[in-house]
Nanobody
Framework: QVQLAESGGGLVQAGGSLRLSCVAS????????TGWFRQAPGEGREFVAAAGYNGDTWYGDSVKGRFTVSRDNAKRTMYLQMSGLKPEDTAMYSCTAQRSYVNWLPERPENYESWGQGTQVTVSS
């Protein structure tokens, strides 16, 4: 399985911005649909966004219009640009990858085979 490492989390005031990065360990990154999920304490895992290996993108309803997912296959990296942050965006953000050359339903965590350790995002009011 590909290894994933997130970075870029931190503490930000409401209305601010952050950019998260997720670096993959090998070149299979370009053939994999990748996604971002988040989980707040005491809550379930929530789909945030995904980028298909074929260029498609998907977003969870709570982040549409505020977050943008992108990929740089040459750098084996996926990004999540977050703007207009709200206190309810506070969570641990994890990146994930599906098997190569599939585009299973991106909002379902069981469709992913590799997960990073996560990076904490805290938004103060």
């Amino acid at each position: 399985q590909v290894q994933l490492a997130e970075s870029g989390g931190g503490l930000v005031q409401a209305g601010g911005s952050l950019r998260l990065s997720c670096v993959a360990s090998d070149g299979t990154f370009s053939s994999r649909t990748t996604g971002w999920f988040r989980q707040a304490p005491g809550e379930g895992r929530e789909f945030v966004a995904a980028a298909g290996y074929n260029g498609d993108t998907w977003y969870g309803d709570s982040v549409k219009g505020r977050f943008t997912v992108s990929r740089d296959n040459a750098k084996r990296t996926m990004y999540l640009q977050m703007s207009g942050l709200k206190p309810e965006d506070t969570a641990m953000y994890s990146c994930t990858a599906q098997r190569s050359y599939v585009n299973w339903l991106p909002e379902r965590p069981e469709n992913y085979e590799s997960w990073g350790q996560g990076t904490q995002v805290t938004v103060s009011s």
